[in-house]
């Protein structure tokens, strides 16, 4: 059954010492719009919200969020297996089950606010003409939601230049208005098999086979657990500034990968994770699925470093083509998204006001 607390539960059902039966419940605040108060169909037992992990009431709303979701279910360029559209609403759906305590965090991290927008539709007038659009409706995104932290699911991993370009122009108009130098060049932390260092991929630029390469004059890379690259990509991480790479098998000899990761990192991280990433053990579900990928706990504990150890503007997760009948891959993907956001309060207890924008 989704994640819904005890609490809500006996409401619903009438049978909780707080709550009378016949009482509205909680799920009013989403079937309650637009009805006459008092309407017999806001006693309705409806269904948890498809938002991020089924939030619903102040915590789900735009004022009353820390950080904002905006699915972007695009694909156009992929090479191999398709699907990658179907990635946000699988994330979406899965989060609905993950239970809202952390073990890890001894808490509920979700009780900070999480908005999910409605998924972005961009033109079919060919790639370049779609990252166009969506690099001046990310921007438009993060004027919009202030202070609050920002995070995109693909789609395939094409949305990312257009995220990190209007990142970057954001980041230089906040610096500009406070009257600040900024600390360096933005790094993009890149947890992907796959480097996507090549200048453009069968015919399309902006394919998601080159979504890295498109950002090098913007922004420094770093890539963890890369396993599949061609030789055009290597002589670019060879010629050009900027580029860092951990290989996927030096990972597993001891976790000194970790610092060294770290270590490249400049004081602002974009985070961009590819489930390919993974080991396909563990996700199956993405277009080209790479063995000798990347692990459950080491990966989380790299993360938490890296968000208490930098400040993580934005992040997106991306590439994940649901598989009919396999949820495993979802969940997982699912879970990571919450436990980043946990480790991003962690790091930040006085996140920006939920009710500040710019």
């Known amino acids: 059954m989704p994640n819904r607390s005890d609490a809500r539960t ?15 419940c909680p799920t009013g605040d989403s079937l309650a719009a637009g009805l006459p108060a008092g309407s017999p169909l806001t006693r309705l037992p409806v269904e948890l919200p498809h938002t991020f992990m089924g939030l619903e009431g102040h915590e789900a709303t735009l004022e009353g969020a820390e950080a904002v979701i905006l699915p972007v279910p695009y694909e156009s360029t992929t090479s191999y297996g398709g699907g990658t559209r179907e990635g946000p609403r699988a994330i979406l759906e899965a989060s609905r089950y993950i239970e809202l305590y952390d ?3 001894d808490g509920e991290p979700i009780r900070r606010g999480v908005h999910t927008l409605p998924a972005l539709e961009l033109t079919r007038a060919g790639s370049t003409a779609a990252m166009a659009e969506l ?7 993060l004027e919009g939601i202030g202070s609050r932290f920002p995070v995109m699911f693909g789609g395939e991993h094409a949305v990312s230049a257009p995220a ?9 108009q906040r610096d500009q208005a406070a009257g600040r130098e900024a600390p360096g060049r933005l790094s993009v932390l890149q947890l992907d098999a796959h480097s996507d260092l090549r200048d453009g991929y069968e015919g399309a630029p902006w394919s998601h086979a080159a979504f890295a390469y498109r950002c090098l004059d913007v922004a420094d890379f770093v890539q963890v657990g890369i396993r599949a690259v061609s030789s055009e990509e290597v002589a670019v991480m060879r010629e050009r500034d900027g580029i860092h790479v951990v290989w996927a098998d030096h990972m597993w000899e001891n976790d000194a990968w970790m610092d060294e990761a770290i270590a490249a990192l400049g004081p602002r991280v974009y985070l961009t994770v590819d489930v390919d990433y993974f080991d396909p053990s563990l996700v199956p579900s993405t277009g080209t699925p ?3 990928g990347g692990d459950w706990y080491r990966t989380l504990r790299f993360l938490r470093r890296v968000f208490n150890e930098r400040e993580v503007v934005g992040m997106d997760v991306v590439e994940l083509a649901p598989t009919p009948g396999l949820h495993a891959p979802d969940f997982l993907v699912a879970k990571l998204v919450y436990k980043l956001l946990g480790y991003h309060w962690e790091a930040n207890p006085a996140a920006g006001s939920a009710g500040e924008t710019s």
């Open 135 to 141: 690099e001046e409706a990310y921007g438009h995104f």
């Open 103 to 105: 073990q890890e965090l």
């Open 10 to 24: 006996d409401r619903i059902t009438g049978d909780s010492a707080g709550g009378a039966a016949g009482d509205p």
């Open 164 to 172: 990190i370009r209007a990142t970057v122009r954001h980041l230089a």
């Open 290 to 292: 790479e063995p000798g």
